[in-house]
DNA sequence: GGATTGCATTCTGTATTATCGGACAATGTG
DNA sequence: CACATTGTCCGATAATACAGAATGCAATCC
């Protein structure tokens, strides 16, 4: 586990390239050079390597630059060697067409949920959660999941590590998630009742490995308006049915 | 149009990166540092600082890299930012499942065309064209789209880059290929009889913005039995009536 | 079980290389 | 038309990435 120097042009190009990361808008040297507190020259060697490169793109009109192609390429190269998100990605777009809501689907890493997939229907609102985001467990559909079905050891030091308000409906202490737990254990399926984002509901299921271990978890997600006004039986039934049928496909 | 010299390390960070192209298969320190010609310690160095960056991961057990989920966000964040993509996608989606085959979405750059998107169904065989990929123009059906509703000039200096066999089947002479296109612009898509690969073969059409020029084009892809198995005209309606719903998603 | 191989990782001195300030050209603005 | 702003280029300098050797760990072999 190396824990040497990071090399400096790497790191810097590499933060450079994460500032795209809301949504790709184009900028400019100066904005990055700003942002990063580095000197324009610098930033402009960077920036013209990553662009030769193609990862990045100049708008040859403003001069400004934006994510290029070349990191398409590598993403997919992730996603098409991740078996989970293969397997599950026909049986998301089934419930996303379903009930024309967006569909998630997370896995745990270090106390965090990592989206790695995500399907829509062409009339659902586009939910801003973009693969590859992080969240903590106890304020989202998908995290609460995960606490409810992993070891309870793990979960006890990751509910230790602190709760804390997202929202005024996030559960920001240990006996009442403890409840909520019990009963999303129960139930088979977590509510998130906007504890996340004011005005975003989500119902959550989790996926099983042959084991019995979870090893994902799977979200209609949407305007709260909107996910209330589906039959949570149904809807619950369906996530279920789906999470069963990735389990199937994946045979782990 | 920046032609300063690459940054070294990062020059050599990337193409460590872009090894992962094969699938994202795991590699060893060793392989890499052979397969780029640098020692140990400097792969050494540019990969542990991947790694800390969570664009590398390593599986702990045999010590291997694969690429990280930092990539992912990042290669979303691209996806998210292309209009054409996202109107695209729940279209493609139903393409794929009303045939249960895979689509996909490329553009054109610089006199190639480059996968934006695809979609699978649960059943289809995967079809190893990655998003990001790019290919020639005259040896896939994609490509002789483009070709066929491109300004003539355009495609008459791509062609003079020169043709060659793909395949058997591949067009590699001008007047084939202009007979070719002549057909296209009738029917309105195009046929790919294993031109590129054989045993794939595929259904192409262009899709137009209200001006009229072609931004992109769809195609229906798989093994050659399955695709010449679906009624040539009511599959190249479909297409048709897919590329005319982006076309006014987009708007453009 | 001791020796040996093969690997990832760390260390260290050196010279390459990334960095930064400043210059310049191009474009936009009052 | 002066002035501001921005992307790009240049050269001096010192910080930094680099290569090679050393270390440590595991697996394999005899």
Redesign the pocket.
């Known amino acids: ?5 990071n ?4 790191e ?1 190009a590499m933060s450079i390239l994460e500032l795209f990361e809301d949504g790709n808008r184009e900028k ?4 990055i050079a700003i942002k990063l507190d ?5 930033v ?3 920036i ?1 390597t990553l662009a030769n490169l193609n990862y990045l793109h ?1 708008n040859e009109d403003n ?2 630059y934006s994510l290029g192609l070349k990191v398409l390429a590598l993403g997919s190269a992730v996603s098409q060697s991740n078996l989970l998100a293969k397997a599950a990605n026909p049986h998301l777009q089934k419930l996303s067409f379903k009930f024309q809501e967006t569909c998630l689907l997370a896995i745990e890493e270090n106390g965090f949920v990592v989206y790695i997939d995500k399907t829509e229907s062409s009339s659902s609102i586009s939910i801003n959660t973009r693969i590859g985001t992080k969240k903590e467990l106890f304020c989202t559909g998908v995290g609460k999941c995960f606490l409810a079905f992993m070891p309870k050891e793990n979960s006890d030091n990751i509910i230790a590590l602190g709760l804390r308000k997202v929202t005024p409906n996030t559960i920001d202490n240990a006996p009442d998630l403890e409840k909520e737990l019990n009963s999303i254990r129960k139930r088979g399926f977590a509510f998130d009742n906007e504890e996340y984002e004011l005005g975003i509901s989500c119902v959550a299921v989790p996926v099983f490995s042959n084991a019995g271990k979870m090893i994902a978890s799977v979200s209609l997600t949407g305007p709260t308006a909107r996910i209330r006004g589906i039959d949570l039986s149904e809807l619950s039934e369906s996530l279920k049915f789906t999470a069963k049928a990735i389990s199937g496909d994946l045979n782990i």
Chains 1, 2 share one sequence.
Request: no cysteine; glycine share 8%.
């Open positions: 586990m190396g824990k040497t120097k090399i400096q042009s790497l810097r400019s040297v100066k904005e580095l000197s324009k020259s610098t402009f060697g960077l013209n100049q001069l400004k």
